[in-house]
């Protein structure tokens, strides 16, 4: 996977999160992964189709969750209201609009779906196709892990593919 594909998320996750939780996330652990993902808590997904194609899994453990719907609302929530798994969505709404302009301004074309709660069976069947980028930041108030399954689709590699002379 091109870093140029994931940076975008990568810097607009932690701007909101910082934003949202009053004091600045950290990267906490880096890894690859080939299976099926095991959710931690909330999780939302992103799918993208054209010349990138993947997903992005926004996964957030309950109290990092209900910080977030806390903002949202302007008021205390707590991790088991009914508004938390929407400001999960939401939450994804901002990431992954803040990095398809990034993306967008660099010329690529790609149609972004609608965020979706997922379960753990959909995040088992979300990971087997392909190889995962899986970032785990640390907030105050819990864990928020981004897995990024993004690739050029196969039009896109072939235009920058060297040409025979």
Do not use: W
Request: include cysteine; aromatic fraction near 6%; glycine fraction near 6%.
């Amino acid at each position: 996977m091109k870093m140029d594909l994931i940076q975008p998320f990568i810097g607009s996750l932690d701007t909101v999160l910082a934003e949202m939780m009053r004091e600045p996330a950290k990267i906490a652990d880096l890894a690859m992964e080939e299976d099926g993902y095991r959710k931690k808590g909330l999780a939302a997904e992103v799918m993208f189709k054209g010349q990138i194609e993947g997903r992005i899994v926004l996964d957030m453990e309950p109290k990092a969750a209900a910080k977030v719907a806390s903002y949202l609302a302007g008021t205390e929530v707590d991790p088991g209201e009914s508004i938390v798994p929407e400001a999960v969505c939401e939450l994804a709404n901002m990431v992954i609009g803040n990095a398809v302009t990034q993306l967008n301004d660099r010329g690529f074309q790609f149609k972004v779906y609608p965020p979706a709660l997922l379960t753990q069976e959909q995040c088992d069947k979300a990971g087997q196709d392909s190889e995962a980028t899986i970032l785990c930041f640390e907030t105050p108030c819990g864990n928020v892990y981004l897995n990024i399954a993004m690739h050029y689709h196969a039009r896109r590699s072939r235009e920058r593919a060297p040409m025979a002379v």
